[in-house]
């Protein structure tokens, strides 16, 4: 079983709408949780960092964190054509022999037509 | 501006020609890795270093070689590039280990 499971989409959802992307895992030990967007032939940027546990709100971005559903959300209000991107989620534990590795989800594919 | 670099950006190769990919941050941090992107496979960590002259193996390093100086570069280094590493490499690098990682904008390598 991988790790961290993210369902690749793609997604498409109309201008407005609400997304909701989500990545499941399995370490327990994961504590640092991010997601990142990537547009086609660029390199991933960091959209949200949260750590441990709870909710994080950045503009039209929100990001969930439910360890005990080893659960992660990440919701966009108001979607633009703009936010059409592949959209990775990655964790890393903070203490072990793999701190600091990050791993990722495989990344959903979302597109948002005007 | 802050920023990883990577050189170069894009890059045709032949099996079993030595090649190196630069990776230079300007922001001072501890921490960077390399990361192989494939189609299907999504992001898998090669090597990572936590400091100058300290690097450890990541997911997929069979292949590949790491050096870390300096602190600002981490150059990528196929003694003998085979087809299987043809590829998109990211380089990233962060603050501490957990702390957010930034990324480079890409190198394409096709080895032929």
């Known amino acids: 079983q991988k790790e961290v499971e993210q369902d690749p989409g793609p997604l498409s959802v109309p201008e407005g709408a609400i997304v909701s992307l989500n990545c499941t895992y399995s370490n327990s030990a994961f504590q640092y949780f991010m997601w990142y967007r990537q547009y086609s032939r660029k390199g991933p940027e960091l959209l949200m960092y949260t750590y441990s546990s709870g909710n994080k709100e950045d503009g039209r971005f929100t990001a969930q964190v439910d360890k005990s559903s080893k659960y992660i959300s990440l919701f966009i209000r108001d979607s633009q054509p703009s936010d059409s991107a592949t959209y990775l989620c990655?964790?890393?534990?903070?203490?072990?022999?793999?701190?600091?590795?990050?791993?990722f989800g495989r990344g959903t594919q979302l597109t948002v037509w005007p | 501006e802050a920023q990883v670099t990577q050189n170069p950006r894009y890059l045709i190769t032949v099996t079993g020609k030595k090649l190196t990919v630069t990776c230079s941050q300007n922001?001072?941090?501890?921490?960077m890795s390399w990361y192989r992107q494939d189609p299907g496979l999504g992001l898998r960590q090669i090597y990572y270093s936590m400091n100058v002259e300290v690097t450890d193996k990541g997911d997929v390093p069979e292949g590949y070689k790491v050096s870390r100086k300096e602190k600002r570069n981490f150059p990528l280094i196929l003694e003998s590039p085979s087809p299987n590493q043809t590829s998109l490499y990211f380089c990233?690098?962060?603050?501490?280990?957990?702390?957010?990682?930034?990324f480079g904008a890409g190198t394409r390598l096709s080895v032929l």
């Open positions: 990233a690098s962060s603050l501490a280990p957990g702390s957010p990682k930034y």
């Open positions: 922001m001072n941090h501890e921490y």
């Open positions: 990655a964790m890393s534990p903070d203490r072990g022999s793999t701190l600091g590795r990050l791993y």
